[in-house]
């Protein structure tokens, strides 16, 4: 098998004495989508905060392209070209769209080629930013705020975008629109993408494999039709949610 792009083992990390991960395995090959799903406090977004740094792993062991980067401090992860949307998205809301965009390509060293290339890409794949480029991002609607989230990432051109709950709060055609955004970008531009979600039917649809997150380990993990398949996939995460 090919190096993954992401490797991650035998993870620990917590805050104080709380143990939010319990030695966990990932592994994300270049091209990939990869949904990791679990409900309220599974571990999910310290999975990938720990990626960042924050908090750092107690053991374990993430590799990025072949490289160990478990140490490697926060600020410089992005130079590595691994970029995260966070959970609530997190955009600056007196600055205006274009400048948001631009900070995104601040946090890497990026060509003036390269930006304008960035924001040619993430104006066409969401027109509606180009619409509202001078208007300020606090008063974007909740959905163009994740668009504005997800191309701020993109403006750093990275290897690895990582997404924190994408869809949460949007209404279902947002939703669905983000979606086909990040398929697209896979497709189009063979993106590799970590989405942590708990819309898990979206999610695994969308994803070429997933993984299960029960209380700070990886109880299942398989292809995401497989997994849509899976009776406790069904029970806990998508009937009646
Ligand atoms: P959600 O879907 O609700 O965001 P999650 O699967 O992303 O959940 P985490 O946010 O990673 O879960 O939380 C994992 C555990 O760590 C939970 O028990 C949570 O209470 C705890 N936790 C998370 N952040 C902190 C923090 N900053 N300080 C202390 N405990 C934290």
């Keep these: ?98 400048e948001n965009l631009q900070m995104g390509a601040d946090a890497t060293e990026t060509s003036e080629a390269d930006r304008a290339a960035g924001l040619e890409r993430v104006l066409t794949l969401f027109p509606r930013l180009k619409e509202r480029l001078t208007q300020r991002g606090g008063t974007l609607s909740g959905g163009e705020q994740q668009m504005l989230a997800i191309g701020r990432a993109l403006m750093s051109r990275p290897r690895l975008l990582l997404l924190d709950e994408p869809s949460l ?37 969308l994803a070429h494999r997933g993984y299960v997150m029960v209380n700070g380990l990886i109880t299942l993990s398989g292809s995401g039709a497989e997994l849509l398949q899976r009776p406790e996939v069904r029970a806990a995460y998508l009937e009646g949610g």
Excluded: C, W
Aim: hydrophobic share 45%; aromatic share 4%; charged share 20%.
């Design 1 to 98: 098998m090919t190096t993954p792009l992401l490797a991650i083992r035998g993870l620990r990390a917590a805050y104080g004495k709380i143990e939010a991960l319990k030695g966990v395995d990932l592994d994300i090959a270049q091209g990939e989508i990869v949904a990791l799903i679990g409900a309220n406090g599974a571990g999910k977004s310290t999975l990938m905060m720990t990626i960042f740094g924050k908090p750092r792993a107690k053991a374990g062991r993430i590799a990025f392209d072949g490289q160990d980067i478990t140490e490697v401090p926060t600020h410089h992860i992005a130079r590595l070209r691994i970029a995260q949307s966070p959970e609530g998205r997190r955009i600056f809301p007196r600055m205006s769209v274009a």
């Design 169 to 205: 709060g949007l209404a279902p055609l947002i939703a669905r629109q983000i979606f086909e955004a990040i398929r697209t970008l896979n497709k189009q531009d063979g993106l590799t993408v970590l989405i942590v979600e708990q819309n898990a039917n979206h999610a695994l649809r």
